[in-house]
Antibody, heavy 121, light 107 residues
Framework: QDKLVQSGAEVKKPGASVKVSCKAS????????ISWVRQAPGQGLEWMGW????????KYAQKFQGRVTMTTDTSTSTASMELGSLRSDDTAVYYC??????????????WGQGTLVTVSS | DIQLTQSPSFLSASVGDRVTITCRAS??????LAWYQQKPGKAPKLLIY???TLQSGVPSRFSGSGSGTEFTLTISSLQPEDFATYYC?????????FGQGTRLEIK
């Protein structure tokens, strides 16, 4: 079964950066795009942005512009999301999710297991 | 940004009940709507896309309808494993947005 496996939990201090990875397996990595979605404790889902694994095209949500960087490594079938200038309200579970490679506007048919990022001094 | 408002936010129901969750968009989104199920501590799972298309492997007791600004998710006969939180998602335009969620609990 197609799979997305994310890196482990992180604890960071305010102002630091965090990088979360998402490794794809059992499917052709460059045939699907990757979105990143986060969920603060007890809250709903928030879309952060999308990257095409085929041509590297990126679209970030306005809220995260300037603070987030999404990348892919096709040699290892891995997508990554780095969020900088962390604040306490960035504490959340971060998910990668698979969609169409050519458009960010596609449903997410597979999700990673989630990575808890805790921001605390 | 397109806002999605789900109702109710909380729903208590019994096994075997028929339940309906509504998602209203702040502007027309054609049929570019998906529904997800999320259980505690787990990633969301895609149930329905394009407003009414059932994702492969999802039981047929789940169905979706609607277009424009009003959409519904219906579970025809609740099973114990259906008690979870449900989210709608619009895929009509940037940025992608989600509804606030509907928590479905056992009565």
């Amino acid at each position: 079964q197609d799979k997305l496996v994310q890196s482990g939990a992180e604890v960071k201090k305010p102002g630091a950066s965090v990088k979360v990875s998402c490794k794809a397996s059992r499917y052709t990595f460059t045939s699907y795009g990757i979105s990143w979605v986060r969920q603060a404790p007890g809250q709903g889902l928030e879309w952060m942005g999308w990257i095409s694994t085929y041509n590297g095209h990126i679209k970030y949500a306005q809220k995260f512009q300037g603070r987030v960087t999404m990348t892919t490594d096709t040699s290892t079938s891995t997508a990554s999301m780095e969020l900088g200038s962390l604040r306490s309200d960035d504490t959340a579970v971060y998910y990668c999710a698979r969609g169409q490679v050519g458009s960010m506007l596609s449903p997410f048919d597979h999700w990673g297991q989630g990575t808890l990022v805790t921001v605390s001094s | 940004d397109i806002q999605l408002t789900q109702s109710p936010s909380f729903l208590s129901a019994s096994v075997g009940d028929r339940v309906t969750i509504t998602c209203r968009a702040s502007q027309g989104i054609s049929s570019y709507l998906a529904w997800y199920q999320q259980k505690p501590g787990k990633a969301p799972k895609l149930l329905i896309y394009a407003a009414s298309t059932l994702q492969s492997g999802v039981p047929s007791r789940f169905s979706g309808s609607g277009s424009g600004t009003e959409f519904t998710l219906t579970i025809s006969s609740l099973q114990p494993e259906d008690f979870a939180t449900y989210y709608c998602q619009q895929l009509n335009s940037y940025p992608i947005t989600f509804g606030q969620g509907t928590r479905l609990e056992i009565k």
